[in-house]
């Protein structure tokens, strides 16, 4: 598994914790939110730490080494 794909899944995982956080607030049902508000936290930032720690430094992915003006180098050889 890359690096990048890991710090994908830790982003959406944290996103995960942050919705969890959100849950009770959303549906309404307030009696749970202090459960909900520690346990989504607690994701959000283990998540988060891991995370930092074990993703350090820039993707080594192809696809993250793509210009984002959209334009690659096959397109520019193209046009010339």
Not at 9 to 16: C, H, K, N, R, S
Not at 32 to 38: K, N, Q, T, V, W
Not at 49 to 74: F, H, M, Q, W, Y
């Amino acid at each position: 598994m890359s690096r990048c794909t890991v710090r994908r899944i830790f982003t959406v995982l944290i996103y995960a914790g942050v919705g969890l956080f959100l849950f009770p607030y959303v549906t309404g049902h307030l009696g749970h939110a202090l459960m909900y508000l520690l346990i989504g936290i607690s994701v959000a930032v283990v998540f988060g730490i891991l995370r930092c720690v074990c993703i350090e430094g820039d993707c080594s992915d192809p696809e993250a080494s793509i210009p984002r003006n959209g334009a690659d180098k096959t397109a520019r050889h193209l046009h010339t």
